[in-house]
């Protein structure tokens, strides 16, 4: 199990995720809905999401790891078939931060109506990525908290 200054390295890096998914989703729904943020906000977004999509399967490994460890719970089970997806998500939401990206420099580059519907296009794509993302981001470390605090607060 990979540990990190002697405790286990999957809830240290799950933080990353749980902040990384939903602020990469926040600044791309910005940029896709609000000219003026793409203009700005648009480049720290693609890293922040290139960051998440490092982070999210190196967390997964872990906590694969981590449930070795622990052995086998119904609880347990269940965050690990959600946390599972939280790749492909994640994935997802790059893809679409790429083609907003892509949409926005082609749109940069002259006023044709072909790259007007191409950002239109690519602004509804990186919406609904990024509510499927921060919903999945939920979803995943709400299982988790319940496999870790079921029966341990009274």
Same mark, same amino acid.
């Given at each position: 199990?990979?540990?990190?200054?002697?405790?286990?390295?999957?809830?240290?890096?799950?933080?990353?995720?749980?902040?990384?998914?939903?602020?990469?989703?926040?600044?791309?729904?910005?940029?896709?809905?609000?000219?003026?943020?793409?203009?700005?906000?648009?480049?720290? =977004? &693609?890293? $922040?999401? !290139? +960051?998440?999509?490092? *982070? %999210?399967?190196?967390?997964?490994?872990? /906590?694969?790891?981590?449930?070795?460890?622990?052995?086998?719970?119904?609880?347990?089970?269940?965050?690990?078939?959600?946390?599972?997806?939280?790749?492909?998500? =994640? &994935?997802? $939401?790059? !893809? +679409?931060?790429?083609? *907003? %990206?892509?949409?926005?420099?082609?749109? /940069?580059?002259?006023?044709?109506?072909?790259?007007?519907?191409?950002?239109?296009?690519?602004?509804?794509?990186?919406?609904?990525?990024?509510?499927?993302?921060? =919903?999945?981001?939920?979803?995943?470390?709400?299982?988790?908290?319940?496999?870790?605090?079921?029966?341990?607060?009274?």
């Amino acid at each position: 199990m990979t540990l990190i200054s002697g405790l286990p390295a999957h809830p240290l890096l799950v933080h990353g995720v749980v902040v990384l998914v939903p602020l990469v989703s926040l600044g791309l729904v910005l940029c896709a809905l609000w000219p003026a943020a793409r203009r700005r906000l648009l480049w720290p =977004v &693609v890293v $922040l999401a !290139a +960051a998440a999509l490092v *982070l %999210t399967p190196i967390t997964a490994e872990t /906590g694969e790891q981590l449930a070795g460890v622990l052995g086998p719970s119904p609880l347990i089970e269940t965050h690990e078939e959600l946390g599972e997806t939280m790749t492909l998500v =994640v &994935v997802l $939401l790059f !893809a +679409a931060t790429m083609l *907003l %990206t892509g949409a926005h420099v082609l749109r /940069g580059r002259g006023d044709g109506s072909g790259r007007r519907a191409l950002t239109v296009v690519a602004a509804a794509l990186a919406v609904v990525a990024a509510v499927g993302a921060t =919903v999945q981001t939920v979803r995943v470390g709400e299982s988790g908290a319940e496999a870790v605090w079921t029966g341990r607060l009274p």
